[in-house]
């Protein structure tokens, strides 16, 4: 029944030297070749790559934190601003108020000064008319007097009479 | 009920002549006309996964191969093996016996292109260490008389039936051819990638780039940096890509049943003994103080556990490599075995062609589960060539290794 049409010869694990040295020479080849020109680059490439993906999520995190200080420092800056300008309307009302107050002790201040010397200068007028009168009624007695004295030989009890009443009336002015 | 008779013709009538002419031209083309056509599944299998000095395309249509032969005495001997004309010339005494160049021993055989009638095989007698043993052997047929021939000489030593015999065989054989034709798919594939990295710096991968890219990320990530450690993995880690992407390659090309595929690369003890030995050379060229420490003179343990201890891890420094060569080796072959058995289960059922039934049924079985064996395959393929690189790592981890569990055993 056996026969072959040729030899069931398990050749393969036979370690042939021709075999043994052309895989060699060219796994060897392949290692320096393949190395240099692609498996080297490739690595180089991919770490560059990695690299540049964490230092980009890195600085974003960084950018990001920046930027929530800086939201942060403005926030705080507004709220510096408005406490300002809500002491500077305050500081300014207050300063209006005590303009308008001043004002008006200075008006009335001066008002009163001016009522005051409005009254010097109304009792001066006055003084000045009743010096003026006094002199006026003085030449008028003078006046009197002189046609008093001119009338005088004419009787005398009338003549004091008249003096008196004179005199009376000049003190009533 | 007519129609299904006619089919049952039909069908009948096609395999009934397609399949025994299929069946029988595929040996009668191949092999010696006047043999007896008997179906013998392990001598197919077995030359099926088996080098050659020839590139097999189609039905009867071969690719000669440069062939580099030395004998001692004689010298180098440079042809093409197309000048054999398929085992019907012999030249300066080589021939090629079902596709391996063979050289007839006898120094009466004429030189220079002699026409032989044909290659047989015969059981013969020989005497080894006093004991007779029966073995077969091939013979040249030239002018009515038998010139016994030889095999090309192998390194086992004669402990797996090969030996020292009269001639070397350095050709380019399929199974060099094949590798030849990997390292120039690896080379297009891999500048073709590089070039991917220089043009898209700063931008995403395209095409190939893409592809491969994940598979050179996960070799990184789960095989080099863990096994060899964040400081040294880069400088072992083209060797571990050369040794995962040409071992991927191997097999994925051997599991193409037709040319260009078709050779059994990894699955030849040879090829997985040069990559082991690589592995070897470059975890021990790279073993540091602590390294050689453990091996020789174990710290930290009795010195009569030492005295046991230091003998097997010598052992191991060259039975790690041994098993990264026997485990490839086996896993390919013994993959392309079962695929061929099954295919042979065709011819078997099929009684070679006469029983038409049988071979149906045979390519049913026999197609269902090389299909199913198939998937494994493809699977063994990237898993094996995963496991080859992911070892070499981690022996080469433990030889760059500087022993800082040490120091943390010490803290204890």
Sequence with gaps: MFSPLFLAEFS??????????????????????????????????????????????????RT???????????EALLKLAQEERARILREAAETKEAIINEAKVKAKAEARKIVEEAKELIENQKMAAIVDVKNQV??????????????????????????????????LN | MIYKHFIHLFITIVLGLALPAWASHEHGSEHDHHQPEEYDAVSTVMHHIADANEFHVWKGVHIPLPCFLYAPGHGWTILSSGKFKHGHQAVDRYVLNHGRVNRIRSEDFPMGEVHIDGIISKEVEVEKNGKKEKKEEYFALYQGKEYPLDKPSTLDGGILGGGITSFYDFSITKNVASIMLVALLLILVFTAVARGYK????????????????????????????????????????????????ILFCNLLGLIPFFPGGANITGNLSVTLVLALMAFI???INGNKHYWQHIFWMPGIPAWVKVILTPVEILGVFIKPFSLMIRLFANITAG????????????????????????????VIGGLFTAFMNLIELLVAFLQAFIFSILTASYIGAAVDEGHHHEHEEAH
Aim: aromatic share 10%; net charge neutral.
């Design chain 2, 336 to 363: 392309h075995i079962i695929i061929l058995s099954l295919i042979g289960l065709i011819f078997l059922f099929g009684k070679n062609g006469t029983n038409v039934g049988g071979a149906a049924l045979g390519a």
């Design chain 1, 12 to 61: 393969v694990i036979k370690p042939d030297p021709g075999s043994i040295f052309w895989s060699a020479l060219i796994f060897i080849f392949l290692y320096f070749f393949l190395g240099r020109v692609a498996f080297r680059p490739i690595q180089q490439a991919l770490r560059k790559r990695e690299e540049d993906i964490q230092s980009s999520l890195d600085e974003a995190k």
């Design chain 1, 64 to 74: 990001r934190e920046e930027m929530a200080k800086l939201k942060a420092d403005n």
């Design chain 2, 282 to 284: 470059v975890t021990n």
């Design chain 2, 199 to 246: 043009e898209n710096d700063g931008k995403a991968p395209r095409g190939i780039q893409s592809l491969i890219e994940p598979i050179f990320m996960f070799i990184r990530d789960e095989v080099t940096r863990p096994m060899i450690g964040e400081k040294h993995y880069e400088r072992f880690q083209p060797f571990i890509m050369t040794l995962f992407f040409f």
């Design chain 1, 138 to 171: 003085g030449n008028m007695a003078i006046d009197l007097t002189e046609r008093l004295l001119r009338t005088q030989l004419k009787g005398n009890v009338e003549q004091e009479q008249l003096v008196a009443r004179l005199m009376d009336e000049m003190k």
